[in-house]
């Protein structure tokens, strides 16, 4: 009987997640070529190639992924096993995080949260970054991501750069001459105000035309053809595009993507690594 390695098989589904070594390792807090090793030896404990590599990207075998679910189910039964003397924890921890920040990812980082703690509940509250940051400075949540918007606070750890476009569905029409049809979240919003404030400079007019909460709400108005919308190229919703050139509308300023914790203990500092990697992870994945 082959005899796996636990460890390996978990950097297995992290990398099979997160389509990266680098991240798997910052979430198993260990270097990447510990990790390389340890697939190595997955893979010749199993006599099977699972994952494909390239200096720019990795992406399952054949065997590999036939071998996904079976790692995932493995992976969750040591975890059940492990646990099952140890009192119940009946740990919250509760994560603000920007409208802006999360995308279709979100099911993934979700499921890696999952895998890193199961037994804390982790509970998600999504709002405008600085709504975010005034919650986690008087102690209402545990952690926060947020885009960096000005100079309030230049602490944390900073998770990537977003870089925005003016996005649309790729029927989208706009004639010269007519105001620019915009999709903004209401005031107090920083994505809103970057957008009015560039168009503005650039002495474009426009109209708003759609009012939304989130990605999702900005992503499907854009999708019905209905606006053009600020929004991060990491999120924007497939069959979009930026049609900033084409329209000759003004570039958009990058935000850093922040993440605060006032958290310390093991678990918490698990989870906020698992969210990390996940987070970053997404980059370049549209």
């Known amino acids: 009987m082959l005899k796996l390695d636990i460890e390996a098989v978990q950097a297995f589904v992290l990398i099979a997640d997160l389509k990266s070594f680098t991240h798997a390792a910052e979430a198993l807090d260990t270097t990447q070529s510990t990790v390389s090793l340890k697939i190595k030896r997955l893979e010749d404990v199993l006599g099977h190639r699972l994952l494909e590599r390239t200096p720019r990207s990795v992406r399952l075998s054949f065997d590999g992924a036939r071998f996904l679910d079976a790692a995932r189910a493995f992976v969750a039964a040591h975890q059940g096993a492990a646990g099952a003397l140890e009192k119940r924890s009946s740990r919250r921890l509760v994560i603000g995080v920007s409208h802006h920040v999360l ?5 993934m980082l979700l499921r890696r949260l999952n895998a890193a703690e199961p037994q804390v509940v982790v509970e998600i509250r999504v709002s405008e970054s600085n709504a975010v940051l005034e919650d986690f400075d ?16 230049l602490d944390g750890v900073t998770l990537l750069k977003e870089s925005f476009g003016w996005m649309a569905h790729a029927d989208f029409e706009h004639r ?5 049809r915009l ?3 209401a005031a107090p919003c920083g994505v809103r105000r970057m957008a009015i404030d560039a168009l503005d400079a650039a002495g474009i007019v426009w109209t708003e035309v759609f009012v939304g909460a989130g990605v999702a709400t900005l992503g499907a108005a854009v999708s019905a053809g209905l606006a053009v919308a600020a929004l991060g190229h990491r ?10 050139p084409k329209f000759r509308l003004p570039p958009l300023p990058t935000r850093d993507v922040v993440l605060y914790s006032s958290q310390t203990d093991p678990q918490a500092k ?3 690594r698992a969210l990390s990697a996940a987070i970053r992870s997404t980059v370049g994945t549209r």
Request: proline fraction near 10%; hydrophobic fraction near 40%; glycine fraction near 14%.
């Open 183 to 185: 999709a903004a979240q």
């Open 103 to 107: 995308g279709p990812e979100l099911p």
């Open 138 to 153: 008087r102690g209402a949540i545990d952690a926060a991501v947020v885009l960096r918007h000005g100079s309030r606070r």
């Open 176 to 180: 010269s001459g007519e105001p620019l």
């Open 235 to 244: 999120v924007a919703p497939a069959g979009t595009t930026d049609v900033g």
């Open 270 to 272: 698990n989870l906020m």
